[in-house]
């Protein structure tokens, strides 16, 4: 008869057979490649700015605080956008 081989021990390596569900995990794979990618890259911190506000009250009084006789203010940090240069001014709709 001869000598023969069982598939699992050939020297022949296996080729997989394009299939649908290979297909989606090959593109759900660059998908997820794509994707990350943009997270990965860093960008500069925006320069930021701290902007505070007196509180008021209902009467539009300012309102101090007790223990140090100050002023409350209301702070919040916001996002610094560079200002165009020569810039062309946005035409009047008619």
């Given amino acids: 008869m001869g000598r023969e081989t069982s598939p699992c021990n050939s020297t022949i390596p296996r080729t997989i057979t ?49 223990k140090t006789g100050k002023v409350k203010q209301s702070c919040k940090e916001v996002k610094v956008h560079k200002k165009l240069e020569n810039a062309t001014a946005v035409p009047v709709k008619k």
């Fill in 18 to 66: 394009p299939t649908k569900e290979n297909n989606m995990k090959h593109l759900l794979i660059a998908l997820t490649l794509v994707l990350g990618s943009q997270f990965v890259i860093a960008d500069k911190p925006k320069e930021t700015k701290r902007v505070c506000v007196d509180v008021k009250d209902k009467q539009g009084k300012e309102v101090k605080d007790p």
